[in-house]
């Protein structure tokens, strides 16, 4: 007889994925880690990181703790922590953030402003 080991699921590994051609109309909240490859039209509210892939489109506002975009996002994003723009990312949209690091190629089309998180 096999023996099953139990395993035991931690808030760190508990995250959400949106998977490609998935495609979502409305506004999303999440208390935990979110990978997007799909579509969302609404605004996102999420207090763990972000992860918009590659193919993925989001149309609305984004409000995280920290976020790395591959993808197209046209809204604007609010950010407590971090931003990451990889090359593939496009923004339209502002950026509010307290640090942000953008990689040769990655576009985007608004302004940025940097504040320091409140103590």
Not at 14 to 32: A, P, W, Y
Not at 67 to 84: A, M, Q
Request: charged content about 25%; some cysteine; hydrophobic content about 35%.
């Amino acid at each position: 007889m096999a023996k099953i080991k139990e395993v035991l699921a931690t808030t760190a590994s508990i995250h959400n994925v949106l998977v490609s051609g998935t495609r979502i109309v409305g506004d999303i909240c999440s208390d935990e880690d979110f990978r997007i490859d799909g579509m969302i039209e609404g605004n996102i509210t999420c207090k763990g990181k972000i992860i918009i892939g590659r193919n993925s489109s989001i149309t609305g506002n984004i409000e995280c703790s920290n976020i790395e975009v591959l993808g197209k996002v046209s809204g604007d994003i609010k950010c407590s922590e971090n931003i990451i723009l990889r090359a593939s990312a496009i923004v339209t949209g502002d950026i509010t953030t307290s640090s942000i690091e953008i990689e040769p190629g990655a576009k985007l089309d608004g302004k940025c402003s940097m504040y320091k998180p409140e103590e």
